[in-house]
């Protein structure tokens, strides 16, 4: 596509002027061709509405003119309408104006200040003068402020809970885990960059223009992104040297390829389809064989999904049948405008008038892009399989057919003719071949040109850090070729052990800003193959550290401000792309989490319900369960993760105030059910109130809030063992035996089972915080802090505790999809009073004293000494052996003897029993009939199962 003319000046009178071949041309009914004025004009004229041509036009008009110059044609159509049409011309400027803020806020945005600004001043001027639509043109502002926020066009994510993690070990090698959950993480990598793509970035054949970058930055890094993924499945397979692990990782790529199409992610599962069709990799019939034969047609679907026969044709059925959300392949609508801007010419007619038939075709294109971008995916972000999916090793193809020959020579030769590659550990020489030096300028102080030694990092396997300096840790995280993306979690969740946030923030910052090449003509690859990729690394350490450490950032406002002008300074002239993304992370984080949406209708108590006087009894069990959890997770929420190793290293949490407020907490709950047991002595309810906590209880310990289910259950505990049992009769079994299992939970002898529980609990959750100290407390204790090299850290140690810290905080960012009600939460953050346990006791009402005797049994019924019969509650007779049986260790082990002797008395009689109905089965096998009858004999035999198993069941 030609550089668009630029259109004329734009007079008033040419909005008027008569349709004519010098300024509009016509294909049907539909405008094939006009003047920039004439298309204004039709926009706005006071004849029928075409709601089709205005979103082509507001699509496509970037090819023929900037948005300031739309802008200022629609402000001047606006102001010179004549009188005879003013009213009717004005509202269907502004209508214009509505859509293009709506529809294609991003406009604004973009161009910010500039536009938004004239367009501000545009809509308050005519406020002033023409109150009559005031209201149009407020609305309007408020529009457009909300697009300045970015959030004018945001799409809607279902806000339902994401499916479960597929993951058994999260920091597990990337191959092995999940086919299906490597699958999600790829997808919302993809659909990131998806969403971002904007209509501008399709006009013109931009991301093949010499500017590309500012044009088309979304549409480059989807294509970025597919050479990665497929240069990363060519590269794993290629560089497996055992046959039988280089068939099982093809195999596993296969796997990620038949889920990501089930996804409806048909880009990525067209990455991976063009990796495993690389020709280094296809040629390796040893391996390709056995997954052909396993995998068959699981390769022919997505081998026919993707198949690039005409136009794409299986692909572009396969969508029509496809729900969303979905990812269609990009390349295949990249074609289609590259076939419409070669085949069209820009301007038709000897008038040189706007090609508007092909903006049509073009607009077709860009909406088929944009109806798979209006629904999104909901999965949960794993960050350490997200990680590795951005920092694996990819090879050129050179390399990878060097790689193959070696690994299946021509013409099935079992030794290959050519040396080793160094990949696989023959001489060290491919690479270095392939390495270009660069010699940089000299920047003072720049702290990363120290080359590595055993001074100052220790690597595992040339991936893994094992110690190393503040320094060299940080130049691995962030290294070009093959950082350890293990790392990165754990470094940010454990780095304050070893150095301040501004100490790290500095060292980012030196490491983002590094020395210039001094060969001009080495200027394009020291970018390409050095900095971009530092650059990734170093956006992607500070977006995990900004969306999972905030903290750091609001605590100490001078970093704040650092930051800020790092992102919209160096970092924004390097990496305007990801500055975006960073931004909207940081405004995430500044506004909070935002409102629930699609959350239960809450159950509201009566409206004269006084929080402040009200009893337990006054609310719904549910409700009053959601609620506590939603207060718990808010408080564990806030939890600084630095505070927990504080704790665990000292054991004193004065230090810790987040944890104090936490534990506070559990106080307040405790004071809360005990001042509720307080007053249902008065009131001569202790029996329903105690019901009433055990059913709370159940309900928190089903939405894994276990924090409110401890102090619901030891405070009740408490009334429990000064054998306040007649108020427990009023509670049901089942909440009982709840109450019973759950209170021997939380005994230190039960340890192990509730640590079982805990790490078994899917998120939201509330957990208990001493066993994440217990835990850290313990690496720390078996891995010490000093390091054979005093000048380096021991990385190994941190990076444990760094995990262990990555699980709490996944804990943290789920939040519960419940409404936070006033009057509940008024009522359970009322102040309350300690209450000691004698205190309460002696509130409540005496117990009610029972009559003596014994029980008859199958009587229902106690016999006194006067001969006199009371009735009993068989019930709170079960509910007395419980308790006795879970209790009392002596009464156990006397039921436990009765038991074995009855069971064992049983099974003797069973077996006399068996011999009787098998002894005539067993003597017709034995005779000399029994061959007469051979065919029979699996009928017998069968018959006398059916007779044994009947018996079984009766005992």
């Keep these: ?66 948005s300031f110059e739309l802008f200022e044609a629609l402000v001047l159509r606006y102001e010179t309408a004549r009188d005879d049409e003013i009213k009717i011309v004005r509202l269907r400027t502004l209508n214009v104006l509505k859509t293009w803020i709506e529809k294609f806020w991003f406009d604004f945005s973009k161009d910010v200040p500039e536009l938004s600004d004239r367009c501000t001043e545009f809509l308050q001027g005519q406020i002033d003068q023409d109150p009559t ?78 500017d590309k970058e500012d044009k088309s930055p979304n549409i480059l890094r989807m294509i970025e992104r597919f050479n990665y993924v497929s240069g990363w499945v060519a590269t794993v397979i290629c560089t497996t040297e055992n046959l039988k692990k280089r068939i099982k990782v093809t195999q596993k790529f296969v796997q ?56 794409y044709a299986n692909m572009r059925h396969a969508l029509k049948s496809c729900d969303p959300p979905c990812m269609p392949y990009l390349g295949m609508y990249l074609t289609d405008l590259t076939f419409i801007e070669e085949g069209n010419e820009d301007f038709i007619t000897e008038f040189n008038l706007i090609n508007f038939f092909k903006r049509r075709l073009i607009s ?97 396997d040339d991936q893994f850090i094992v110690a190393g300096t503040l320094e060299k840790i940080i130049e691995r995280l962030t290294h070009k070729k093959s950082p350890d993306n293990s790392a990165l979690l754990p470094f940010l969740a454990s780095y304050r052990m070893f150095a301040s946030p501004s100490e790290l923030f500095e060292l980012l910052v030196h490491r983002y800003c590094m020395p210039e090449v001094k060969d001009p003509d080495q200027a394009e690859k020291y970018h390409q193959l050095v900095k971009t990729p530092i650059y990734l690394r170093v956006f992607n350490l500070l977006k995990s550290w900004i969306s999972n450490h905030w903290y750091d950032f609001a605590n100490d406002g001078a970093l704040r401000q650092q930051m800020l002008d790092f992102v919209n300074g160096p970092f924004a002239e390097n990496s305007g792309k990801f500055r975006v993304v960073l931004e909207q992370n940081i405004n995430k984080q500044v506004e909070g989490s935002p409102a629930v949406q699609d959350a239960p209708e809450p159950h509201l108590p009566d409206p004269s319900i006084n929080p402040v006087t009200a009893s337990i009894l006054d609310f719904h069990p549910e409700e009053i369960a959601r609620q506590l959890s939603i207060s718990s997770h808010n408080l564990f929420s806030e939890i600084i993760p630095n505070e927990i190793i504080i704790a665990a290293e000292s054991g004193d949490i004065s230090e810790t105030p987040t944890i104090m407020s936490y534990n506070s907490y559990y106080d307040q709950l405790e004071n809360w059910v005990l001042e509720e047991l307080y007053n249902s002595g008065e009131n001569r309810n202790t029996g329903a109130v105690i019901s009433r906590f055990v059913e709370i209880a159940q309900l928190c310990d089903e939405q894994n809030n276990i924090l409110a289910t401890k102090a619901i259950i030891l405070s009740l505990e408490k009334t429990f063992v000064k054998k306040r049992k007649e108020d427990w009769g009023k509670v049901g079994y089942a909440e009982r035996q709840f109450f019973f299992e759950t209170k021997e939970l939380f005994k230190e002898a039960q340890q192990d089972k509730l640590n079982a529980k805990l790490k078994s609990l899917q998120s939201p959750s509330v957990p208990l915080l001493d066993n994440y100290i217990e835990e850290i407390n313990k690496i720390i204790t078996q891995h010490p802090q000093p390091y054979k090299k005093e000048n380096m850290i021991n990385f190994s140690r941190f990076k444990l505790i760094g995990e262990s810290l990555g699980k709490f905080q996944r804990n943290q960012q789920r939040g519960y999809s419940f409404q936070s009600v006033p009057v509940f939460q008024l009522y359970l953050g009322r102040h309350r009073e300690h209450i000691e346990t004698d ?39 079960r ?77």
């Excluded at 007079?11 to 003047?35: L, V």
């Excluded at 690389?278 to 993707?306: D, F, Q, S």
């Excluded at 009559?851 to 509650?873: E, F, K, N, R, T």
């Excluded at 069971?903 to 089965?921: A, H, S, V």
């Design 879 to 955: 509910f007395f052996l419980l308790d006795l049986i879970l209790n009392d260790e002596d009464f156990k082990s006397s039921v436990s003897s009765i038991v074995s002797e009855v069971i064992e008395e049983e099974l003797e009689g069973f077996r006399e029993e068996m011999k009787e109905l098998t002894r005539p089965l067993t003597e017709f096998i034995d005779s000399e009939a029994a061959g007469e009858f051979a065919d029979t004999e699996p009928v017998c035999i069968f018959f006398c199962i059916v007779l044994t198993y009947s018996r079984v069941l009766e005992l």
């Design 839 to 877: 205190v309460l006791l002696a509130a409540l009402p005496e117990p009610v004293e029972r009559p003596s005797g014994s029980i008859s049994a199958g009587s229902g019924v106690v016999s006194g000494d006067s001969g006199s019969q009371a009735p009993i509650d068989t019930d709170q007779l």
């Design 364 to 460: 077709e294109t860009i909406k088929a892009i944009s109806q798979y971008q209006q629904k999104g995916y909901n999965f949960e972000v794993v960050d350490e399989i997200r990680n590795q999916l951005f920092g694996e090793k990819v090879f050129d193809e050179d390399v990878l057919y060097e790689c193959s020959y070696w690994l299946e020579p021509r013409g099935g030769n079992e030794l290959p003719a050519s040396e080793k590659p160094d990949i696989f550990g023959g001489p060290k020489k491919l690479l270095v071949e392939k390495e270009v030096k660069f010699e940089t300028h000299y920047i003072d102080g720049w702290p990363f040109y120290p080359r590595d030694s055993p001074s100052n990092i220790e690597m595992e």
């Design 256 to 311: 990620i390829a038949e889920k990501l199409a089930a996804l409806g992610n048909f880009n990525g599962c067209m990455e991976v389809v063009s990796g495993l069709n690389r020709g280094a990799c296809y040629r390796m019939k040893n391996t390709i064989n056995p997954v052909e034969a396993k995998y068959g047609r699981v390769l022919e679907h997505i081998r026919h999904v993707t198949d690039r026969e005409k136009s």
């Design 133 to 210: 639509s005031k209201k149009v043109e407020q609305n309007l502002l408020t529009k457009l402020e909300r697009s300045l926020l970015g959030t004018g066009g945001e799409r809607t994510i279902t806000n339902t809970d994401p499916p479960k993690v597929l993951c058994k070990d999260r920091s597990a090698p990337l191959l092995e885990q999940n086919a299906e959950e490597i699958a999600r993480q790829i997808t919302m990598i993809e659909w990131e960059i998806w969403n971002d793509i904007k209509p501008w970035e399709c006009l013109g054949l931009a991301w093949t223009s010499k």
């Design 1 to 66: 596509m030609a550089a668009p003319n630029r259109p004329p000046p734009v007079t008033p009178e040419s909005f008027y002027d008569d349709d004519a071949e010098s300024n509009i041309t016509y294909d049907g009914n539909k405008i094939k061709g006009a003047t920039f004025m004439k298309l204004i004009s039709k926009l706005t004229s006071s004849g029928s509405t075409d709601n089709q041509y205005l979103g082509d036009f507001l699509l496509t008009y970037r090819s023929f003119a900037s």
